[in-house]
């Protein structure tokens, strides 16, 4: 389960994302925020993890540690790997594809 007082004490640092902040980084819905919130999804070792959020004025919210954290659960890309150049490449090529 998360620790929620963890995600508190980050968030009155100044750490703060807003639901809607997260859903427009990394393309989904707010509803997928909080369904990985309620319900979780796999962790790539093949435990439940859960997205740390709280609530903060009626609005849910989470700290960029928080979303760090949940997001190296469930990738396969930690923080600190670097970007292959080829990685690099496709991504401009996409970009020029998709204007």
Not at 81 to 91: A, H, L, N, V
């Amino acid at each position: 389960m998360p620790n929620l007082s963890e995600v508190i004490r980050e968030v009155l640092a100044g750490d703060c994302l807003q639901l809607q902040e997260i859903s427009n980084l990394l393309h989904v819905d707010t509803a997928t925020l909080q369904r990985w919130f309620h319900y979780g999804t796999k962790a790539l070792d093949g435990h439940l993890v859960h997205l740390e959020l709280i609530r903060l004025g009626g609005k849910f919210a989470t700290s960029q540690a928080a979303l760090t954290r949940f997001l190296q659960a469930t990738s396969s890309v930690k923080a600190d790997m670097p970007i292959s150049e080829e990685t690099r490449k496709s991504r401009k090529k996409e970009k020029v594809t998709n204007k």
